[in-house]
């Protein structure tokens, strides 16, 4: 018995010597701060495991709309963002809340709405949908909670000349809603919405809605990963989040990415710039 | 009706093949607001007791106070424990955010001003019963408070299930401060707004009565604590 | 009435008001050991707040009450409140708040419910007694006080004939064990019964303070007459 204590303890030393010579990111954790989409669309349930057997490093996914998420990270509460709004995640970077920004894929942007299309919204061109849309006044269902998925909407009704925000038209249904809240919402008041097509696939609740615009260059829906910097939030795990943002763009994470589908459809497309 | 049916069928699937992830987050949502439960009777318990024999200036606001606290809005809760864990916030060091512990600490919040206003009002209504036996067997006002303690019990155990059951249905705040992390600190509520939004009705709903049923098993476990305690009379 | 220098309750001009309602007004009485005094009155007359003074639940606003300390008196009141306990925990409680000793709790406890009858229900839930038992479980609580002063509050009203006759038999064997008693009743019979001095009290004041044999043979004021002939 006595021997064996003796020898457990000499073990502990060891091991703890051994921990420190070589600071290891085995079994540490790293907390991403990412959107509604990629969580509610299963990517994530489908990538991590992937990634934490590779690495063991455990990564903790707390989900939100982009503008939230990037919050998240410049608060110094999560060490990863992995969003889609390229343009927020430039300025996230600009004012130092993130050391750089990294493409990992696109999936697309699609309009669904009912199947009988009262307003002819369907076609290839999404800024001519919006525009009859407008001019039928049918119900659309908007985000309206700085999303990603909001912004690239915002950005379709400018390019269409309209502001739905201004003319408070009962017609515009401002739900502020994450994606998944939005399509149950549209498909009970059988409403045009704009949705990614990741959570689109897996959405089991459809009803009556359908997708009418796809394909158009301009419904392509870029995802980059920003390091939250570690000189302004010192606890960050850099070391950690660093590797999790290599693996992705890695050649086994792109492939894990473009290997996710749902009934043979694949949902998100490697896209990394190395 | 077909979805209720589906939800249910789907909801004794569950149930009946132990599935382990439901397991995972059924427990934590037990541990959570069990948890969050047993502190806040800790301190509203003691808070009670002190508003019913305090003759202070403050009891009347401090009431007034806990009972409009009853109504606190558990995303408002959420979002102020949220700022006050976050990294930039003021506990920060804690490293609590989007950890059980920092959903302890929101329950815990939302449910004290419950459990000290009714615990307030029950052992204030014993004691306008038993004031005159306290004073004529000569009680100073402690022994009187923890005999009021004593008296009420069965009543403070409701009022402790009325705390819990608050607790462990809200989602507000623990989506807030916990961040629905799978395995992490996901609990059944936040399961449910997860499922609902993945648009899997049926899920959430059969979710939905698993969560009814633990409550219901913890209420019946309370009921059965409180028979055994009164077997000892014949 | 031995000792008639030294009264165990000396009230002297003592007011009581609420607010601005009168509830005492100028009661002085004197009541010696071993007296069995019985509060008499109609609804509203002052009885209760009388007992009341005497056990010092109810503070004069002028005058002045000389009574037995807290721990040598016993209150016993016209709706029995009850401990949700066991009937002998009742009783041991309000021993061991009166910093008995376990031992002597339970050794007194056992003697006092032996001599309330209440032996064989010792173990039964309090609040599931029948009202009489209920009452007879009060007494049981002060007769193991063993008080020197015993203040009943009109303590077998509401209560069933044979139930009204256990009590009453409790009641007078604490007094010839010692005890003072002060009782207030609607009950003539039972001050009759019971009593060796009347006080008849009307609207806060104490109308006639004489023996029991005469206030009922011959009663002086009005009030009294009156409520004699109701």
Request: glycine share 8%; aromatic share 6%.
């Amino acid at each position: 018995m006595k021997t064996l204590r003796r020898f457990n303890a000499r073990a502990a030393v060891v091991a703890l010597l051994l921990t420190c010579a070589a600071p290891s990111v085995q079994g540490t954790s790293i907390i991403v701060a990412s959107t509604t989409s990629t969580e509610q669309s299963g990517l994530f349930a489908h990538l991590l495991p992937a990634f934490e057997k590779a690495s063991g490093i455990k990564v903790k996914v707390v989900a939100a709309g982009t503008g939230q998420a990037l919050d998240i990270g410049r608060r110094g509460d999560a060490d990863i963002v992995f969003v889609h709004d390229p343009m927020a995640e430039e300025r996230f970077v600009a004012d130092g809340s993130g050391v750089s920004r990294t493409a990992v894929m696109y999936n697309d942007f699609v309009l669904v709405g009912p199947g009988s299309d009262p307003a002819r919204a369907a076609g290839a061109d999404i800024v001519s949908s919006f525009k009859a849309i407008f001019s039928a006044r049918t119900n659309f269902v908007s985000r309206g909670d700085k999303s990603g998925t909001h912004a690239a909407e915002l950005r379709f009704w400018a390019q269409a000349g309209v502001d739905p925000l201004t003319t408070k038209a009962a017609w515009y249904r401002d739900t502020g809603s994450a994606m998944g809240a939005a399509l149950n919402t549209a498909a009970a008041m059988n409403a045009y919405v704009l949705t990614d097509r990741a959570t689109w696939l897996a959405f089991k609740n459809r009803r009556d809605l359908k997708i009418l615009v796809e394909g158009d260059s301009r419904l392509f829906n870029q995802y980059g990963v920003i390091l939250v910097n570690p000189k302004k939030h010192a606890h960050v795990k850099a070391q950690a989040g660093q590797s999790f943002i290599d693996w992705l763009v890695s050649a086994d994470g792109q492939s894990t990415i473009a290997s996710y589908k749902i009934g043979g459809a694949q949902l998100f497309f490697p896209h990394a710039k190395k | 009706m077909s979805l209720i049916v589906d939800s249910a069928l789907e909801a004794i699937r569950l149930m009946a093949s132990g599935d382990a992830r439901l397991m995972e987050v059924a427990q934590l949502s037990v541990r959570v607001s069990g948890t969050a439960t047993i502190i806040a009777a800790l301190i509203a318990l003691p808070l009670a007791a002190w508003l019913v024999q305090t003759r202070s200036a403050v009891r009347a606001p401090v009431v007034v106070m806990l009972n409009a606290c009853m109504a606190l809005p558990p995303v408002i809760v959420g979002l102020v424990v949220y700022l006050l864990l976050s990294r930039s916030g003021p506990l920060g060091a804690l490293g609590w955010l989007f950890t059980p512990n920092g959903m302890i600490v929101a329950q815990t919040v939302l449910i004290t001003p419950i459990i000290a206003a009714l615990a307030r009002q029950t052992l204030d209504d014993a004691q306008l019963e038993y004031r005159d036996l306290f004073g004529s067997l000569g009680l100073s006002r402690w022994q009187s408070v923890a005999t009021l303690l004593y008296e009420t019990r069965f009543s403070l155990l409701i009022v402790l299930l009325a705390g819990f059951g608050r607790a462990i249905a809200e989602v507000g705040a623990v989506m807030m401060v916990g961040g629905n992390i799978a395995g992490e600190t996901r609990v059944m509520t936040t399961a449910i707004a997860l499922e609902t939004s993945k648009g899997e009705l049926a899920s959430a709903l059969a979710l939905g009565m698993v969560l009814l049923l633990i409550v219901l098993v913890v209420n019946a476990l309370a009921q059965s604590a409180k028979t055994w305690i009164g077997r000892r009379y014949v | 009435m031995s000792d008639a220098a030294q009264p165990i309750v000396a009230i002297t001009n003592v007011d009581v008001s609420m607010g601005s309602s009168a509830i005492l007004n100028r009661v002085s009485i004197r009541i010696h050991p071993g007296e069995r005094v019985a509060v008499l009155g109609a609804n509203g007359a002052g009885k209760s707040s009388l007992l009341r003074l005497m056990n010092a639940l109810l503070d004069p606003s002028s005058g002045n009450v000389v009574a037995p300390a807290a721990a040598e008196q016993a209150l016993i009141f016209q709706r029995p409140v009850l401990l949700k306990r066991s009937v002998r925990d009742n009783v041991v409680f309000a021993l061991l708040a009166r910093r008995t000793t376990a031992d002597v709790a339970n050794r007194v406890t056992d003697e006092a419910l032996a001599a309330c009858e209440l032996a064989p229900l010792a173990h039964r839930y309090a609040r599931t007694l029948s009202g009489g038992e209920q009452q007879k479980l009060a007494l049981a609580r002060a007769w193991a006080l063993t008080p020197k002063l015993l203040l009943a509050d009109e303590p077998t009203a509401n209560l069933a004939p044979a139930a009204v006759h256990a009590v009453e038999m409790i009641l007078r064997r604490m007094c010839e064990g010692g005890a003072t008693i002060v009782l207030a009743t609607h009950n003539r019979g039972q001050a009759k019964r019971l009593a060796t001095r009347v006080i008849f009290m009307a609207d806060g004041e104490i109308v006639e303070d004489v023996d029991a044999k005469t206030f009922f043979t011959s009663p002086k004021s009005a009030a009294a007459i009156a409520y004699l002939d109701a």
